[in-house]
């Protein structure tokens, strides 16, 4: 394609580079980029155009700004008989700003709804496992009483503890690189780059973090508390009814109200999520949307450079569309 005439909008270009095949953060939405000639304006604006620039360093930001409104003050004579608004000036941002925006805040803000719950299903696992150490301490006990020292036992009980959190996290990178490509379909409208999302180096090596985080953070607990034992009193009691001591009552009760403490904001955060979002379903946007098609077209410049020809152009499509017996009424606007 290099180097082929290209007509577009009735002027001629010549290719002179491919972009590669996968599109970055600017181009995504782009097929063609041409050079744009301009002649210099007489008025303010245009204002759909913008600039790409690279910085040396975040501060060179601070000094585009004030270069820029430098620039912005020395144009205005030029345009204030069609602009009279000597505050408007040109922006600038930096380019993550840009493609990014504030889709981070809402990230984080859904990073710490799934801490919450991953909190809430570690401590119930400990639970359970504390549960279950209770019902094992005639087994331990028969293990200390063969010389197995109370770091042995613990270390016994962490790796059933880091056992299950692996399973789990194993489950659950299965099931993330399953939703992970219907994420990159369906996901570009609220999460920027979202084709690119995909399993890492990084996420895995977080996942594996958090992981050992839960089994030293939840596992440790039930653990240190099972081998809390006497053997003596413990093989020549009856363990089947047994419900562990004081200390393990305590922090089974202690556990139970950590559950609670972060189910109760959890629901009610869900509730009020979902009383909202089913509020703004119903919201009357004050038009009326059903049977309204909508449509935009970009006129050539080499054709309809005239305001009158624009004008023309506008006033002929409205007439026959209104003369279809199928349309109802017609509107349209224009940014030129």
Do not use: C
Request: avoid cysteine.
């Amino acid at each position: 394609a290099v180097g082929r005439l290209i007509k577009l909008s009735g002027n001629d270009f010549r290719a002179i580079g491919v972009l590669p095949p996968d599109p970055g953060p600017l181009e995504a939405r782009r097929q063609v980029f041409p050079i744009l000639p301009m002649e210099p304006p007489q008025r303010k604006g245009p204002f759909f155009l913008g600039l790409i620039a690279r910085a040396g360093t975040v501060d060179d930001l601070a000094v585009a700004k004030e270069e820029l409104h430098a620039i912005s003050k020395r144009l205005f004579p030029l345009w204030q008989s069609s602009y009279a608004d000597a505050t408007a000036t040109y922006g600038v941002r930096s380019l993550h700003d840009y493609v990014v925006g504030d889709v981070g805040t809402r990230l984080f803000i859904l990073l710490g709804a799934v801490g919450f719950v991953l909190l809430l299903a570690s401590t119930n696992a400990a639970n359970l496992l504390l549960a279950r150490g209770t019902q094992r301490n005639r087994e331990l006990s028969v293990r200390a009483a063969l010389g197995a020292s109370r770091g042995r036992l613990l270390q016994h009980l962490l790796s059933d503890s880091a056992l299950l959190a692996l399973a789990g996290a194993a489950l659950g990178l299965v099931l993330t690189s399953v939703t992970t490509s219907a994420l990159a379909a369906t996901g570009s409208s609220f999460v920027p780059r979202a084709a690119e999302i995909s399993l890492s180096g990084p996420v895995m090596w977080f996942t594996l973090a958090v992981t050992l985080g839960s089994v030293l953070l939840f596992g440790l607990v039930p653990s240190w508390q099972a081998t809390r034992l006497e053997p003596e009193n413990t093989l020549h009691t009856d363990s089947r009814g047994a419900t562990g001591g004081p200390g393990t009552e305590r922090v089974r009760r202690t556990l139970v109200a950590f559950q609670f403490a972060i189910a109760v904001p959890l629901l009610i955060g869900a509730g009020l999520l979902l009383t909202s979002f089913s509020k703004l379903q119903r919201v009357d946007p004050g038009i009326a949307t059903d049977h309204l098609l909508t449509m935009r077209i970009s006129l050539p410049r080499t054709t309809y450079e005239e305001p009158a020809a624009v004008n023309a152009f506008w006033n002929e499509i409205t007439e026959r569309l209104e003369a279809h017996p199928e349309v109802i009424a017609v509107g349209h606007g224009s940014g030129r």
